[in-house]
């Protein structure tokens, strides 16, 4: 037991042992064993691999293999997202740029104009027409006023020359032919301007994502409800459903659409009000999607809209700065 030296009074005593100190090894240190330390820097790994130049070749090609795939992923993650502003382009979007009336894409060309790609059929709309008028209508149109403008005859006239009255009708007939050509001209899509080309785009949206025809087209229009909740009937509607999220959704996507490529032209980088007018477009198809996609995520009509605009995440989470 080791001795206890007194101190003073109001301290503890204190022990002291009093044992030999400890000899050291007199050996060299050439013949001392090699002892490894549990942490090994970053440099002294790389010290310690490089010593086996086939081993460290090795893990040079895995690496340069994962950081190859890495990219991979991370370029499939981003074109997946997708832009906050176009999405994925699809084939309707791109028919936005013509109202629905061109039926081959316009791919980008290079320096020379020469194509990059080769142009690819898009959806039309070849009925629908200008000043807010219906192939349809332009036709009874047509035929109406051809029954008007026919000359009459007279039965009781019988000294008419059947020459006579052969002219009148070959001269009524290129009249007609005339006044049809020109308009055809006049209701023709492709003549107008960007105003009647948005209009033509929010009827196309109406028929394509209205209700109306959604519901009797898509295979589960609606989303599934809970266990034991019975589905409520619901009112017939009296008309074209213009009101429902994914056709406001579908017509500010068209607006976007018209904008965003008006601006990409650097003759209007500086054009603040349609810039402005773009982002606040951007932010409230935001806050649609975000609704939809609480109200109607995994029905036929969330995914229906998202495969025709081509809408990723990118448009509607997360925050949006352009």
């Known amino acids: 037991m080791p001795p206890r030296i007194p101190g003073p009074l109001g301290l503890r005593s204190l022990r002291v042992c009093l044992r030999p100190a400890a000899t050291t090894s007199q050996q060299t240190a050439s013949l001392l064993p090699i002892t490894q330390k549990a942490h090994l820097s970053r440099k002294e790994k790389v010290r310690l691999m490089k010593q086996d130049p086939k081993g460290w070749a090795a893990a040079q090609a895995r690496k340069a293999k994962n950081v190859a795939r890495q990219e991979e992923l991370r370029s499939e993650a981003a074109e997946k997202w ?13 028919s936005f740029d013509s109202g629905g009336q061109a039926p081959l894409s316009s791919p980008p060309t290079d320096e020379f104009g020469k194509p990059l790609q080769e142009p690819y059929p898009l959806p039309t709309s070849p009925h629908i027409k200008n000043f807010l008028l219906s192939s349809d209508e332009v036709e009874s149109a047509l035929a109406l006023s051809e029954k008007l403008s026919k000359p009459l005859l007279n039965p009781a006239d019988s000294e008419i020359d059947p020459e006579v009255v052969k002219e009148r ?37 109406i028929e394509t994502f209205g209700r109306h025809n959604t519901d009797k087209t898509l295979e589960r229009p609606e989303p599934p409800l809970a266990r034991g909740v019975e589905r409520t009937p619901k009112p017939i509607r009296a008309g074209p459903d213009t009101g429902s999220s994914e056709v406001q959704i579908a017509i500010l996507t068209a607006k976007i659409r018209a904008l965003a490529l008006m601006l990409e032209n650097p ?3 500086k054009d603040k009000n349609n810039k402005r007018s773009l982002r606040s477009l951007v932010h409230k198809r935001q806050r649609l999607l975000r609704y939809m996609e609480r109200k109607e995520r995994g029905s036929g009509r969330w995914h229906h809209m998202l495969e025709t605009l081509g809408l990723t995440p990118a448009t509607w989470k997360e925050q949006i700065s352009i």
């Open 82 to 94: 997708g832009s906050p502003v176009h999405g994925i382009p699809t084939p309707f979007v791109e």
């Open 169 to 205: 009708m070959e001269e009524h007939a290129k009249r007609h032919a005339k006044a049809m050509t020109a308009l055809n001209r006049i209701v023709d899509l492709n003549n107008g301007g960007a105003k009647d080309r948005k209009h033509a785009n929010i009827r196309r949206c």
């Open 267 to 269: 003759a209007n980088k």
